[in-house]
């Protein structure tokens, strides 16, 4: 061996006995979720998220990490991704499990007993309230399993499980089956109404219904419209906003999403319609991506009702006719309000026999904020997201709660898809007050209750049927609360 040679062995050998200095990314590896059902397998810049069951493991999302941004941070061993107002924690595993590593086939992915049974496991894994409703679920599993075969049709199989989220008298669930389902649906009803002669065309208006029915952004505006003398409204129509008599500011609020600026497409707007473009659009989202989207949406409008009502003595919110969307969306509207950060609300996850840790749900202050009076307005059809903003007012003092009890429908809806392709969800989030009241079902509480229809028409005609008393008791109202100030 030449002495070149000997020199080249020798350096081979120190090198080899260096320690690799290559940064190890703290990421990588398996995460459990506390209380979603859900595993995650981060390797470098990508991460591939499994929904688990204890009979399932199926691919829900897989793509780059860097889309969570900062929502995503590693402390003590735990995972944290910010979605929202929730901070989801995710432990770490040591592998994923047998299940994630098979292939489902075509034929089981349609199987009806197999997607039941990922529907079931789901469900009794996941759902907060069995106790509160009192429900048997093993009872009502039974039944409903054995009503299906593996020859059980697609919509055979829908109603089995629309049924299984009535019976379990879930306020969040939901069931949305593909175009393939909704085109039976519909081929089943033209044939039933064919069969019972109703196919003919009506050439007569007399077989119309005289009743009318009022959609929820149709009464709101009916309202708005009413209420305002001065109406300041621009750029939107998911917010009006204005001043009433006395230098009362009123803004109406009908929603808790489609603030975000996705830039959907002209075509995809005409072609499917606003709602449904911009669903699709923000299903190619990561989700806390999205859900920031909304926020910053909704503060810039924000930013332009607070200065154009910044000399109201008072401002009247008004969320009656508001079903939910995002949480976020919510408390950033409230933050306009709110002087100081406080703690509003507190939740928890189910998962399995217990909860997952307690979080506090924080409302940032604004220096800017209106502190001077203002009352939220309130009914039954105040849902979700919507309900999430009155809880948290009851911890701001200058706000007064007028109207109803809302929806009592405050879980956030774990949202899932099931091996078909079928999109559902479930509450599994016990959301509560500062003193651990949980106000599902019975809903958040007002200062002054109007004592609203429950039911959705009964309310809405109510209200339209007289506006000007129904304007006049929520002044009534507002000169009450101010008075005992």
């Not at 009535?166 to 033209?190: C, P, R, T, V």
Request: aromatic content about 10%; glycine content about 6%; charged content about 25%.
């Amino acid at each position: 061996m030449t002495l070149y040679q000997r020199l080249v062995l020798l350096a081979l050998f120190i090198v080899s006995c260096q320690p690799d200095t290559t940064p190890v990314n703290p990421l990588n590896g398996v995460w459990k979720s506390l209380g979603s059902g859900r595993m995650m397998y981060i390797e470098d810049s990508n991460y591939h998220l499994y929904d688990l069951t204890q009979v399932s493991c199926l691919s829900n999302r897989i793509s780059s990490i860097q889309e969570f941004g900062d929502a995503l941070k590693v402390e003590k061993d735990t995972l944290n991704i910010t979605i929202g107002i929730i901070t989801y924690q995710y432990i770490r595993a040591e592998q994923l499990p047998e299940l994630c590593f098979f292939d489902i086939s075509p034929a089981k992915k349609e199987d009806p007993l197999y997607n039941f049974e990922v529907f079931a496991a789901t469900i009794q894994e996941h759902h907060a309230f069995f106790d509160l409703n009192g429900i048997e679920w093993d009872s009502i599993y039974s039944v409903q399993r054995n009503k299906l075969t593996q020859q059980s049709t697609p919509l055979e199989l829908f109603e089995v499980m629309e049924t299984t989220l009535a019976l379990i008298k879930d306020n969040h669930g939901f069931l949305e089956g593909d175009d393939a389902l909704y085109a039976s649906m519909e081929e089943q009803a033209e044939k039933l109404s064919a069969e019972r002669g109703k196919h003919k065309e009506v050439e007569s208006n007399e077989m119309e219904s005289s009743i009318k029915e009022y959609g929820d952004f149709e009464i709101a505006k009916m309202v708005a419209d009413h209420y305002l003398k001065e109406d300041k409204t621009k750029d939107s129509w998911l917010m009006q906003w204005g001043l009433m008599e006395n230098n009362i500011g009123y803004i109406q609020i009908k929603a808790m999403w489609l603030f975000a600026d996705l830039n959907l497409k002209k075509e995809a707007i005409e072609q499917n319609g606003y709602v449904s473009a911009y669903v699709d659009a923000f299903h190619e989202l990561n989700e806390a991506d999205y859900i920031k989207r909304e926020a910053a949406g909704v503060s810039v409008l924000m930013e332009q009702i607070m200065k154009d009502l910044q000399s109201a003595d008072q401002i009247i919110l008004d969320i009656r006719f508001n079903g939910g969307g995002q949480d976020k969306v919510a408390l950033e509207i409230l933050r306009h309000f709110n002087g100081i950060d406080r703690v509003v609300a507190q939740e928890k996850l189910r998962m399995g026999n217990t909860f997952s840790p307690i979080q506090k749900i924080e409302l940032k202050g604004l220096e800017s904020a209106f502190t001077r009076p203002v009352f939220l307005l309130t009914s039954p059809q105040t849902g979700s997201a919507a309900e999430a903003m009155s809880l948290a007012s009851l911890e701001i003092p200058h706000i007064k709660r007028i109207g109803s009890p809302t929806a009592g429908a405050l879980s956030t809806a774990l949202e899932k898809k099931l091996p078909n392709g079928w999109d559902f969800a479930i509450s599994n989030e016990y959301y509560m007050g500062l003193n651990d009241q949980l106000y599902e079902n019975i809903g958040v509480p007002v200062d002054i209750d109007m004592h609203y229809a429950k039911d959705r028409q009964a309310f809405f005609k109510s209200i339209a049927n007289d506006l000007d008393k129904d304007k006049q008791l929520v002044l009534e109202a507002v000169d009450g609360l101010s008075k005992k100030e």
